[in-house]
């Protein structure tokens, strides 16, 4: 938190002031202990600690601690690519601030500075237009100022002292007070400056040298200080523009909560009519895969990893749906346990459509779909189709960069028939931090799968691979890798849902529009009537 040279300072400060202190205490406690009042003292002064210790306690207790909220600035994980973008131009642009490169000292540097944000955010939502800055409605603009006034309250609530009890006269007169004092102090104190100085040099020396310490120390911490807020400033205003200018903003949560909540119980009564009404949180996982790579199979060893309780619903003709509902008594199996529900789409094998069908209905689903499992056999030598397959995927959405793409999870299956092909014995290390040289014969051939996959498929390192067996007398790593892997991707699952939500709870604009219409005429209406007496 401190550098180097802060932290000395701060050292020297201290030791500074408590010289003084120490010294005094080392004489009274010498003189108390020459008179006989040593103990008596003593007692007394435990005494007084162990009260206030016992009340600090009893308050501590009652009132509990407020909690603070800590000024941090992450990106939401439902924000698609676009905004990810425009939060780096945000972080970027604090950086530059709190290094200098842009000047903050004064209100108008920091004008200019909050000025230059809003352009840039604005400009990359609306790069053809000048003034991209006007290209927002009015009424999302202003639920921005009531979100930024509750932060604001917030913030003072929290940091300022006595904020809750100071009026605004209060503060008025304090600043009089402060603007009338501090002068005099200044004046009256350096006149005691210069007057001690013959009186007696040492003293005023040493008290010169503490003053500049202290000083030095108390100018840096400002200086962090101010960088931090600049920082804080900077980040907030940056979250609330993505979400002004990208379409983020919701007028109406609560609203927007219903519409959620309604959405994701429809989507779970249609697999699993008799769900109960708590509607758990469930992730949706798209399974696809080349024919017969193993995808149904995949789905039977997960239902049964938990003997959970599952159904099996036609979704589709093609495609079918299982609400898998971990539960909780198996995890004393060393199972992983899940944040909540997996909805499991088994598609068919993209080779068995047509030419022109091809990808189609797996497609259909990846657009409604939370996470995908890409399921490659180590059967089969070409990945041809499934690397197409995910270069559509990714090409969806990079033309679509208002919504979020689901993570990928590869799954190698068939790993049991991997050279040398007659041996099953599991476990095997397939993890790339493992020595080559130690590995046996199917583990080299496990790790040379799974790097093939990555290359053949082109996946970004963050992407994760996992080989499974799903061969129903073989299953092997799907509890003990698959399932954290899942869990691993819980929270960035969620956010693709949420970011899907929100897409399409904002695309009933025309919904918002008619309402408003209807508002209109029967206010229009009423007035009328009342008017001419009839109402
Ligand atoms: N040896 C071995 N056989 C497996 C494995 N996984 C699945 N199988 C077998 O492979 C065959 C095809 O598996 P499915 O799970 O039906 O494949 P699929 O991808 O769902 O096939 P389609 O839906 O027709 O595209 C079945 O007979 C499975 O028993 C595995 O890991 N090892
Ligand atoms: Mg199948």
Request: aromatic share 10%; glycine share 6%; proline share 6%.
């Amino acid at each position: 938190m401190f550098s180097r040279r802060q932290q000395v300072i701060w050292i020297l400060a201290v030791i500074a002031l408590l010289v003084p202190y120490l010294g005094l205490m080392a004489v009274g406690g010498y003189a108390l202990w020459k008179n006989g009042w040593f103990w008596v003292y003593g007692g007394v002064t435990a005494a007084i600690t162990a009260l206030v210790y016992g009340l600090a306690v009893y308050l501590r207790g009652r009132r509990g601690l407020q909690e603070v909220t800590p000024l941090q600035f992450e990106c939401p994980e439902s924000w698609p690519p676009r905004e990810r973008e425009a939060w780096g131009k945000v972080e970027r642009l604090a950086q530059q601030a709190i290094q200098g490169e842009i000047p903050t000292k004064n209100i108008d540097d920091l004008r200019n500075l909050l000025e230059r944000l809003i352009r840039e955010i604005a400009l990359h939502y609306h790069p053809d237009h000048e003034d991209a800055y006007l290209d927002i409605p009015l009424p999302q603009l202003l639920k921005i100022v009531e979100k930024v006034s509750q932060d604001l309250r917030q913030v003072v609530q929290q940091y300022v002292p006595g904020s809750h009890i100071l009026t605004l006269r209060d503060w008025v007169k304090l600043k009089q007070a402060y603007d009338f004092v501090q002068p005099l102090y200044e004046t009256i104190y350096m006149a005691y400056r210069i007057a001690t100085v013959p009186v007696s040099p040492l003293n005023a020396l040493w008290r010169e040298i503490r003053r500049y310490v202290t000083g030095q120390a108390i100018d840096l911490s400002l200086g962090e200080l101010k960088s931090g807020l600049v920082s804080y400033v900077v980040h907030r205003m940056g979250f609330y523009l993505i979400e002004l200018y990208s379409g983020r903003v919701v007028l109406d949560e609560v609203e927007f909560d219903r519409a959620c909540l309604t959405a994701e119980q429809a989507e779970l009564r249609a697999a699993q009519p008799d769900v109960d009404d708590s509607f758990p949180e469930f992730i949706r996982i798209v399974i696809v895969g080349q024919l017969k790579a193993g995808k149904s199979s995949l789905v039977n060893a997960l239902r049964r990893t938990w003997q959970a309780r599952s159904d099996v619903l036609p979704c589709t003709s093609n495609v079918q749906c299982y609400l898998m509902e971990p539960s909780t008594d198996d995890l004393g199996n060393g199972l992983q346990p899940l944040p909540g529900l997996l909805m499991l789409v088994d598609t068919p094998g993209y080779d068995n459509l047509g030419e022109a069908q091809a990808f189609q209905f797996s497609f259909e689903e990846i657009k409604k779909a939370d996470l995908i499992l890409l399921v490659c056999s180590a059967r089969m030598a070409s990945r041809k189709a499934d690397r197409e397959f995910l270069q559509r995927v990714r090409q969806f959405f990079q033309e679509h960069p208002h919504w979020k793409m689901p993570p990928v999870i590869v799954v190698g299956s068939f790993i049991d028939e991997l050279r040398p092909r007659h041996e099953w014995n599991p476990p095997y290390r397939w993890e790339p931090t493992e020595k080559r040289e130690t590995l046996s014969p199917k583990e080299k051939s496990l790790q040379g799968f799974l790097t093939a996959i990555r290359s053949d498929l082109e996946l970004s390192p963050t992407e994760p691979v996992v080989p499974v067996c799903t061969h129903p007398d073989r299953v092997w790593n799907v509890a003990e890798a698959l399932i954290p892997a899942i869990a691993a991707h819980w929270d960035e699952a969620r956010g693709v849902r949420e970011n899907r939500h929100l897409h399409s709870y904002q695309g009933q604009k025309y919904r918002h529009l008619w309402r408003q219409t209807v508002n209109l005429i029967g206010s229009t209406a009423r007035l009328a009537l009342k008017k001419i007496g009839l109402n």
